[in-house]
């Protein structure tokens, strides 16, 4: 699962990237500064760009809310729905049938932007987390889907089975995010995609050896502490632990 990511670019450079525009030019300062961690349970806001507008790169906040609710609605079902993960990752094997997915697999699917994302390794019933990351450093585009509640997008990522290097880090649960390739970002945001598009696209594979994997700080899970901060994307080495790659 994906409950932790990271996102450091300023706002022209996804712009440029992704050949798109900031929704509203007041949003920049807001969102130019780095958040090294952005703990999904805070549900924080991020940008993302909708396929309903695919020009542009807009806020949403991190947890899919069901269509039906109203933005008063909105905080109060993230205390409800915490026992099911806050909306925040969704299983693409679930998306044509989910009462929340169906509704927005052919019509509301988005580009989630991020730096890097973290994911538990667990060795004797404790866990240590692992940064992931571009090895160019560049950004990773992750598939998500969404809602519009009243003017507010709420989104989730998509996950599946994980991949041989998400299995070793991941190795519990052994789930990853869905994360796109370059060519095929505008093809997930493309409106004319049949289901057996999407299907593809879901299980398209990104390669493994695009991607950097180092464990980093404990902090990472430490709610007393402040993790977003510059060093939490730093390696921190754990002598108990048998080096995975």
């Known amino acids: 699962m994906c409950f932790h990511t990271s996102q450091t670019k300023k706002v022209i ?12 030019e007041s949003l920049v300062d807001y969102f130019d500064a780095p958040r090294y961690h952005l703990n999904g349970f805070s549900h924080p806001n991020m940008l993302v760009i909708p396929q309903e507008r695919s020009d542009l790169i807009a806020p949403g906040v991190w947890g899919i809310v069901p269509n039906n609710k109203q933005p008063d609605d909105i905080k ?10 806050g909306g925040l990752n969704a299983r693409s094997e679930k998306v044509f049938n989910h009462f929340i997915y169906r509704d927005s697999i052919m019509e509301k699917r988005c580009v989630i932007p991020v730096t890097g994302f973290f994911e538990p390794h667990d060795y004797k019933k404790k866990k240590y987390p692992y ?18 509640i009243g003017t507010n997008i709420t989104f989730t990522i998509l996950t599946k089975e994980a991949s041989p290097l998400f299995e070793r880090v991941h190795n519990l ?26 299907k593809e696209l879901l299980n ?13 700080s404990k902090d990472l899970f430490n709610i007393k502490v402040n993790s977003d ?3 939490i994307l730093n ?6 632990l048998n080096t995975l790659f």
């Open 13 to 24: 450079e996804l712009e440029n990237r992704y050949n798109v525009k900031v929704s509203h």
């Open 235 to 240: 390696p921190v080495q754990y002598e108990e």
């Open 204 to 216: 398209n594979p990104f390669n493994d050896d695009e991607l950097d994997s180092y464990t980093v």
């Open 173 to 198: 649960k052994k789930r990853q995010p869905i994360i796109l390739q370059k060519e095929l970002e505008q093809d997930w945001l493309n409106p004319e995609l049949t289901n057996d598009d999407v």
């Open 76 to 85: 109060p079902y993230y205390k409800e729905a915490v026992k099911y993960g």
């Open 229 to 231: 901060v510059e060093d």
């Open 131 to 148: 940064h992931i990351k571009s090895k160019t450093d560049d950004v990773l585009s992750l598939a998500g889907l969404y809602t519009v």
